[in-house]
């Protein structure tokens, strides 16, 4: 093995600290995961009111750290908490982070930027120095920006990269330029967007990140592809297309030990690939948990999801009616935004015994939902990596999904006359389409032997950790090359 290395993962959210979504998952797994291949990674993060010092005994490291703010400074605890002997850093700040919630704040811009510097300054005064500063999202893509500016000659940094991870480019942190004030970079100005006016004229944190890191790379190799285009890009395509020689993707891995239907104490009756037939009694117990008919041989088909746009619920209600014309059960889990919450209230109070609607955050159904349904659809308008489809195949709950971002990349369409795949996908973004796939689903269903075939390739597909943490290692390697080539010039 190379050397080891020293990373310090940024992020704003991370299991078991805090958790909005997906990315806290990524956080709290990929240090963990890294330090099992033998290299020293540690994570940081704001110290939110939400967090309970107790409960992770905090131990102050550093008291009353001066941090640059605009042209004062604001004062930063960092605590220390060991999980599972991985060391994290949290920065406190009662101003910034003495609040019940991780976002949806008018000063997110300066939070996260005062986060970023605290992290810099901790830096210098620690005896540990990361070779790697892994940022993610826009909350952290200001540190790249300044490795190539304010910090460029501080020899703390001097051998110091920069990896930048793209979770999801609909959320970019966009603040008006008396940001870059704060930020100490006034002297450098607003960056021109090469075609976009208004993205001109104000300060864009994930273009920053993506504009300087030695490296990028998104959540899945093709969300890395589709953000080059219009499409997908989010109005930075011009933008990664200048950095397409420094753009990769790397798809997210599942905590297998965290999801399990072997251990998993949420669901019915524990089961595996090798006691398949047990598996059943999760789907009656969820018939009669949801309120439906009783019966085995009905295709349940579960969601579970943030009632989003992006999440493809606009072409699932258009849908909805002809879905329930087949014989088929649907069960959804979700919240978000209102006009979803009536519509899919409507379906479930018009097809009472066939669909099942809970309008609410619940991990304990969400696992039930993944024992005991045949099918788990994700009809997604775009999905960088998604989460859902790789719990449901590990619970054995064959995925229907539309082929975009990492939706793509782990599910393969069934085709009858080769065998091949492992799950059904469809590619417009339409009804239609969500249709054709649901029936072809359908069908496939009432060949028992076949659907258990697609029931076992899902649960032994290997999508842990282990393969993408050492992915991750590359990265940093190239990113520590691109560096000392910038070094040698
Ligand atoms: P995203 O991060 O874009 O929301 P992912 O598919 O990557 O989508 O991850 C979603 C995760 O959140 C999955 O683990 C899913 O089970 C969980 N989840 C989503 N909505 C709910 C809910 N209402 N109740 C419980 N778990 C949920």
């Not at 970019?172 to 940001?179: D, K, N, R, V």
């Not at 409507?346 to 304990?364: I, T």
């Not at 795949?421 to 009804?431: Q, T």
Request: charged share 25%.
């Amino acid at each position: 093995m190379d050397k080891p290395l020293k990373i310090l993962l940024l992020s704003s959210e991370a299991v078991p600290f805090a958790k909005v979504g997906g990315l806290a998952d990524v956080a709290g797994s990929l240090p963990k995961a890294l330090r099992q291949l033998g290299h020293d990674a540690r994570l940081a993060l704001p110290e939110y009111g939400l967090i309970n010092e107790a409960q992770f005994g905090l131990t102050k490291v550093l008291d009353s750290l001066p941090v640059p703010a605009g042209s004062n400074h604001e004062l930063a605890s960092i605590f220390k908490s060991t999980v599972e002997g991985m060391p994290a850093y949290l920065v406190g700040n009662d101003k910034y982070f003495g609040r019940e919630e991780v976002y949806g704040y008018d000063d997110d811009g300066e939070r996260f930027v005062f986060f970023c510097r605290a992290i810099m300054e901790m830096l210098k005064k620690l005896d540990w120095r990361p070779d790697v500063i892994h940022c993610n999202d826009w909350h952290t893509g200001i540190i790249p920006n300044w490795l190539k500016t304010i910090y460029k000659n501080d020899p703390s940094f001097a051998h110091t990269a920069t990896a930048f991870t793209i979770h999801n480019l609909a959320y970019q942190g966009i603040f008006g330029p008396e940001l870059l004030e704060f930020a100490g970079l006034a002297d450098y100005g607003l960056i021109p967007h090469p075609t976009d006016d208004d993205l001109s004229r104000v300060v864009v944190l994930m273009a920053r990140g993506i504009l300087f890191a030695d490296v990028i790379n998104a959540v899945s190799e093709k969300y890395a592809q589709e953000i080059l285009t219009p499409e997908y890009g989010e109005r930075l395509h011009p933008i990664l297309a200048q950095r397409q020689d420094r753009l990769f993707g790397i798809l997210n891995g599942l905590d297998y030990e965290v999801w399990n239907p072997a251990t998993d104490r949420a669901i019915t009756v524990n089961y595996d690939v090798d006691s398949l037939d047990l598996r059943v009694e999760n789907k009656l117990a969820l018939q009669r948990e949801a309120e439906l008919s009783a019966g085995s041989d009905i295709p349940l088909i579960g969601i579970i999801s943030r009632l989003a746009d992006q999440k493809g619920f606009d072409i699932l209600a258009e849908a909805s009616d002809q879905l329930m014309e087949l014989d088929l059960q649907f069960v959804l889990l979700g919240t978000g935004e209102e006009r979803y919450h009536r519509i899919f209230a409507n379906v479930a109070g018009k097809y009472q015994g066939q669909a099942a609607v809970f309008l609410k955050f619940d991990g304990a159904l969400a696992r039930r939902i993944y024992a005991g349904s045949d099918a788990f659809l994700m009809p997604s308008r775009f999905e960088p990596c998604g989460l859902g489809q790789l719990i449901s195949m590990r619970y054995g709950s064959v995925p229907i999904v539309r082929s975009v971002g990492g939706l793509a990349d782990t599910v393969k369409d069934y085709d009858p006359t080769t065998g091949q795949g492992n799950g059904f996908a469809f590619s417009d973004y339409n009804e239609e389409a969500l249709l054709t796939a649901v029936k072809r689903a359908v069908e496939t269903y009432r060949i028992k032997d076949t659907w258990r075939i697609l029931m076992e390739r899902g649960m032994r597909a290997d999508f842990s950790w282990q393969a993408s943490a050492k992915k991750y290692v590359e990265l940093y390697h190239k990113a520590l090359e691109f560096k000392q080539n910038e070094l040698d010039v």
